[in-house]
Nanobody, 117 residues
Framework: QVQPVESGGGSVQPGGSLGLSCVVS???????MGWYRQAPGKVREWVAS???????NYMNAVKGRFTISRDNARNTVFLQMNNLNSDDTAVYYC????????????WGQGTQVTVSS
């Protein structure tokens, strides 16, 4: 199965912004898609999800700062991240929601986000 391809990560200072993109194969592009992240030494966690009609859900820590969206015509999911802080430092992944959490869950390489002064 073709893995998702995440992009847009980088290094920013606290308070900065980044926009992530994820291109997903047609067979994987699901009614529900999500963004996930894994910080050093921590388990991978759900960040946000969006359904095919654009309805969204967010973990409490990112509400009001992150915006998830999707382009169904291009099989692409986006995550706009504003007012970033050090707790947002992690590798970010996209996948269907809910995903298969283990190695067989067709995870991509992810994109690194580092928030540091």
């Amino acid at each position: 199965q073709v893995q998702p391809v995440e992009s847009g990560g980088g290094s920013v200072q606290p308070g900065g912004s980044l926009g992530l993109s994820c291109v997903v194969s047609g067979s994987m592009f699901s009614n529900l898609m999500g963004w996930y992240r894994q910080a050093p030494g921590k388990v991978r966690e759900w960040v946000a999800s969006v359904d095919i009609d654009g309805r969204t859900n967010y973990m409490n820590a990112v509400k009001g700062r992150f915006t998830i969206s999707r382009d169904n015509a291009r099989n692409t999911v986006f995550l706009q991240m504003n007012n970033l802080n050090s707790d947002d430092t992690a590798v970010y992944y996209c996948n269907k929601h809910p995903p298969q959490w283990g190695p067989s869950g067709n995870w991509g390489q992810g994109t690194q986000v580092t928030v540091s002064s």
